[in-house]
C-alpha cells in the first residue's frame, strides 16, 4: 500500500460546509496528488504537491484548496462543499521509480 | 490536448479465455505509460512502460508499448473471475503528471 492513509475514509456532508481530507505518508516521498474518480469521467486530477509547501493544479481544480507544511500529509480542503463535489477522492505518490500508488480512497457525499 | 483512449470500454469473457486491452496516446512531453488494475478499491499498479518493444511481464499479464503508434496493449492469458476488474491506462507527461483514460471493464464468467 506503498505506506499511504487517507482519512476519513468516508464523510456525508451538507451543502456549504467545509470539509478537508487528509491524506499521510510514511516514506518521505516528494510528490503527492489528489484525485476524483467518477462515473463517465475516469480519474481526474485536482492538486498535487512537489514538496513542503509546493503545490500546484491540476485539471479540476476549481472549488478545491490544498496545503503540505510536512513532507508526509497532504490536505484537500473543499472551502463550501457542493453537491457536484460528492465523489471518491484518492490521495497518491510516486516511488523512487516513478510509479504512482494510490492511497484507499475517501467517499465524500455532499447533500 | 492531451488524451488517452481506452478499447473497448467493456469485456466479458469466460475463464480461460485470453484478452487483449488496447490503450492509445496523444500527449506531449511523453514519459511513461502506466497500467492499473482497480477492483472495488483504489487502483493497484500493474506495470511501468517506458521503452519501445520491450514486453513487461508479470505471470499471466504482460503488458507491450508502441511508441511510434503512440499505443500500448494489455494481455492476460487463462483469465480466471479474479481478473474481472477496471483496467486503467495512464501516460506520466512532464512534470510527474498523469493522465488516465477511461478504463476498460472487464468481466471473467466461471
Known amino acids: 500500500d506503498a505506506g499511504i492513509t487517507q482519512s476519513p475514509r468516508h464523510k456525508v456532508t451538507e451543502t456549504g460546509t467545509p470539509v478537508t481530507l487528509r491524506c499521510h505518508q510514511t516514506?518521505?516521498?516528494?510528490?503527492m496528488y489528489w484525485y476524483r474518480q467518477d462515473p463517465g469521467h475516469g480519474l481526474r486530477l485536482i492538486h498535487y504537491?512537489?514538496?513542503?509547501?509546493?503545490?500546484d493544479k491540476g485539471e479540476v481544480s476549481d472549488g478545491y484548496s490544498v496545503s503540505r507544511s510536512k513532507t508526509e500529509d497532504f490536505l484537500l480542503t473543499l472551502e463550501s462543499a457542493t453537491s457536484s463535489q460528492t465523489s471518491v477522492y484518492f490521495c497518491?505518490?510516486?516511488?523512487?521509480?516513478?510509479?504512482?500508488?494510490f492511497g484507499p480512497g475517501t467517499r465524500l457525499t455532499v447533500l | 490536448e492531451d488524451k488517452v483512449v481506452q478499447s473497448p470500454l467493456s469485456l466479458v469473457v469466460h475463464e480461460g479465455d485470453t484478452v487483449t486491452l488496447n490503450c492509445s496516446y496523444e500527449?506531449?512531453?511523453?514519459?511513461?505509460l502506466l497500467w492499473y488494475k482497480q477492483e472495488k478499491k483504489a487502483p493497484t499498479f500493474l506495470f511501468m512502460l517506458?521503452?519501445?518493444?520491450i514486453e513487461k511481464k508479470s505471470g499471466r499479464l504482460s503488458s507491450i508499448l508502441d511508441k511510434k503508434e503512440l499505443f500500448s496493449i494489455l494481455n492476460i492469458t487463462a483469465t480466471q473471475t479474479g481478473d474481472s476488474a477496471i483496467y486503467l491506462c495512464?501516460?506520466?507527461?512532464?512534470?510527474?503528471?498523469?493522465?488516465f483514460g477511461g478504463g476498460t471493464r472487464l468481466m471473467v464468467k466461471p
Open positions: 497518491a505518490i510516486n516511488d523512487r521509480e516513478n510509479e504512482q500508488f
Open positions: 516514506e518521505n516521498h516528494r510528490y
Open positions: 504537491s512537489y514538496g513542503v509547501k509546493d503545490t
Open positions: 500527449v506531449t512531453n511523453f514519459r511513461s
Open positions: 517506458t521503452s519501445s518493444g
Open positions: 495512464a501516460v506520466e507527461y512532464a512534470g510527474n503528471m498523469l493522465t
